[in-house]
């Protein structure tokens, strides 16, 4: 997309919700989408009606861009993601997000559900992830032009935001965990021998999205700090069998830490 067609979407955002101060941008995963019903005064924004937007095929992603506030803090959500084993383009994310960098969204937070690797980190678990591990070896960035995108990926996952988490976590009493984010293409789960690699890597949790998203917005400059849900653990860590279905049920587990956590960091922001 150019230039001027992202200032186009921008405008459209802008024009339906009124002007915005510094919105924090949130990404919701999947079985997530729920969180969206705490933002007031919400302006809602169905992806169809925003040119380039994706249009989301998985279900538990609904597809709205979800505008308004949050504790004390303006808010642009979108609710629902779309995932490079969709279509095959790792860029899939790329118009929301900087639609997102445009109507001025400096801060991202990214939410997922993952498979987890941490025993002590069991369905129902939330994990703040502070590094990924890309397994697949594919960049949203190919084909960028010019030097933005040689992205610096150290500290992708801020630092400060994170200490942010941890605090408001402890405050809460809710455990938060912290780990390293495989990232597997999918829509496949992992083999066992996938999630045993993983682990000599130093993979704390697995899943498929995020980490392009991440790095496309740490290209456009955006501070950014992601969760997963742990809706099961890795293959081959368990019995119990990996559906999609299982995943949407146990993400619904972690949907009120998850909340409070977001809906804090919103309040104090
Ligand atoms: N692997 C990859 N993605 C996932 C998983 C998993 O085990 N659980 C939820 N999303």
Redesign the pocket.
């Known amino acids: 997309m150019r230039e001027h067609d992202i200032q186009r979407l921008a405008d459209i955002v802008i024009e339906r919700s009124g002007p915005l101060q510094k919105p924090v941008g949130v990404v919701l995963g999947?079985g997530l989408g729920e969180f969206a019903e705490d933002v007031t005064q919400a302006t809602v924004i169905g992806y169809a009606d925003l040119p380039g937007f994706p249009k989301p095929g998985v279900e538990g992603h609904s597809g709205r861009l979800v505008l308004g506030r949050i504790g004390n803090r303006d808010v642009a959500v979108l609710q629902g993601r779309t995932h490079y084993y969709e279509r095959g383009e790792i860029f899939a994310m790329k118009a929301p997000l900087r639609a997102l960098r445009a109507i001025g969204c400096e801060t991202l937070l990214l939410t997922?559900?993952?498979?987890?690797l941490l025993e002590a980190a069991g369905p129902g678990s939330v994990v703040l992830i502070r590094d990924h591990i890309n397994m697949t070896g594919v960049s949203p960035l190919f084909g960028e032009p010019g030097s933005r995108r040689f992205v610096d990926m150290v500290d992708a996952y801020d630092p400060a935001l994170c200490e942010r988490f941890v605090a408001i976590a402890e405050r809460e009493r809710v455990t938060l965990h912290q780990g390293v984010y495989a990232y597997?293409c999918?829509p496949n789960?992992?083999t066992p021998a996938e999630?045993r690699a993983a682990r000599v890597l130093g993979a704390d949790v697995?899943?498929?999205?995020t980490a392009p998203e991440v790095i496309m917005a740490r290209s456009l400059g955006m501070c950014v700090a992601a969760l997963s849900v742990?809706?099961?653990?890795?293959?081959g860590t368990d019995t119990e069998a990996?559906s999609h279905e299982h995943?949407m049920r146990n993400?619904a587990l972690a949907l009120r830490d998850v909340r409070r956590l977001l809906i804090q960091f919103l309040s104090e922001a």
């Not at 742990?230 to 293959?235: E, G, L, P, S, V």
């Open positions: 999947t997922n559900a993952a498979g987890s597997f999918g789960f992992e999630i697995v899943g498929m999205s742990i809706t099961n653990y890795a293959a990996l995943t993400a």
